[in-house]
């Protein structure tokens, strides 16, 4: 079993940035792949990036293209979520999840989930 754990900012303004992570435990393989996925109230949840440990390839969705980036520390098996200039239809829970293969932007490809974490966004 991997346990899937996000942190980071929950609150922010309109343009300004924040940084989530996602850090899987020891029993993730370096092999597998990472994904972010976000739920608004209300609405059904969306895929939003993903990208796998040992490298490419990196998957964004329309809306984060150009605004979100992820980047990686290897030794803390941790995936970081980038998002800049972020804008009020960016709040939602925004949950991490881990997959034994590349799964993109499927959410049903995924294995093991985060618990999420709420980000609000402020006009």
């Known amino acids: 079993q991997v346990q899937v754990v996000e942190s980071g900012g929950v609150l922010s303004r309109a343009g300004d940035s924040l940084r989530l992570s996602c850090t899987a435990s020891?029993?993730?393989?370096?092999?597998?792949?990472m994904g972010w996925f976000r739920q608004a109230p209300g609405q059904e949840r969306e895929f939003v990036a993903a990208t796998v440990w040992d490298g490419e390839p990196n998957l964004f969705s329309d809306f984060a293209e150009g605004r979100f980036t992820i980047s990686r520390d290897y030794a803390k098996k941790t995936m970081y979520l980038q998002m800049d200039r972020l804008k009020p239809e960016d709040t939602a829970v925004y949950h991490c999840a881990v997959s034994v293969y590349w799964s993109g932007s499927s959410s049903p490809g995924y294995d093991y989930w985060g618990q999420g974490i709420k980000v609000t966004v402020s006009s």
């Open positions: 020891e029993r993730a393989d370096t092999s597998y792949a």
